[in-house]
């Protein structure tokens, strides 16, 4: 069965710094690319950002929202990837998922959901 | 970039009663579009891709429907476990993660 659980949410400052986890089992994890995306409260579903396979030299993309103060990370011996999230501003709240990229298209769809962790960040 | 508009907003639907639901893009995304259900405190859910694909383990219930810019997804007989927001997804061209805005099925 494939499992993609987060982790490391909570509470935070304007910016302060988190960094969320998203541990995967049921499949090989190293052969796929992986996306973060968000949901801010009362809104849409927004994309965050993707890291790539080895294949793909762990390359990564962001979203212009979160550039520059978001990283993505992943560690395949751990079968788990990072959103190391700094600069934390206010609009950043929402609930974080981690999600299995299936690599077609021009973008990608989504085949595997995360169920999620809260990201507040407030004084 | 884009843009994917959902209509309606919100769909009233009585339990055993079909459901349309429209996505439309704003230039032709051909054949790449998902839909995905999503319920309160849960992941997105994956139904249907490349239009009108069911995903692994999706009931026949759901199916999809269009190309280009006009596509829909269908519930034939809305069952309770049906009532959430469901979301199109053009991956047709970059940036990933280009949401529709999101229909709500509730109970009438």
């Known amino acids: 069965e494939v499992q993609l659980v987060e982790s490391g949410g909570g509470l935070v400052q304007p910016g302060g710094s988190l960094r969320l986890s998203c541990a995967v089992s049921?499949?090989?994890?190293?052969?796929?690319?992986m996306d973060w995306v968000r949901q801010a409260p009362g809104k849409g579903l927004e994309w965050v950002g993707r890291?790539?396979?080895?294949?793909?030299?762990?390359?990564?993309d962001y979203a212009s929202s979160v550039r520059g103060r978001f990283t993505i990370s992943r560690d395949d011996s751990k079968s788990t990837v990072y959103l190391q999230m700094n600069s934390l501003k206010t609009e950043d709240t929402a609930v974080y998922y981690c999600?299995?990229?299936?690599?077609?298209?021009?973008?990608?769809?989504?085949?595997?959901w995360g169920q999620g962790t809260l990201v507040t960040v407030s004084s | 970039e884009i843009v994917m508009t959902q209509s309606p907003a919100t769909l009233s639907v009585s339990p055993g009663e079909r459901a349309t639901l429209s996505c439309r893009a704003s230039?032709?995304?051909?054949?790449?579009l998902a839909w995905y259900q999503h319920k309160p405190g849960q992941g997105p859910r994956l139904l249907i891709y490349?239009?009108?694909t069911r995903a692994t383990g999706i009931p026949a219930r759901f199916s999809g429907s269009g190309s280009g810019t006009e596509f829909s997804l269908t519930i034939s007989s809305l069952q309770s476990e049906d009532f959430a927001v469901y979301y199109c997804?053009?991956?047709?061209?970059?940036?990933?993660?280009?949401f529709g805005q999101g229909t709500k099925v509730e109970i009438k």
């Open positions: 490349d239009a009108s």
């Open positions: 999600a299995r990229v299936v690599p077609v298209g021009g973008a990608g769809y989504f085949d595997y």
């Open positions: 049921g499949f090989t994890f190293s052969d796929h690319y």
């Open positions: 890291i790539r396979n080895k294949a793909k030299s762990y390359s990564t």
């Open positions: 997804q053009q991956y047709n061209k970059w940036p990933p993660g280009t």
């Open positions: 230039q032709s995304v051909s054949s790449n």
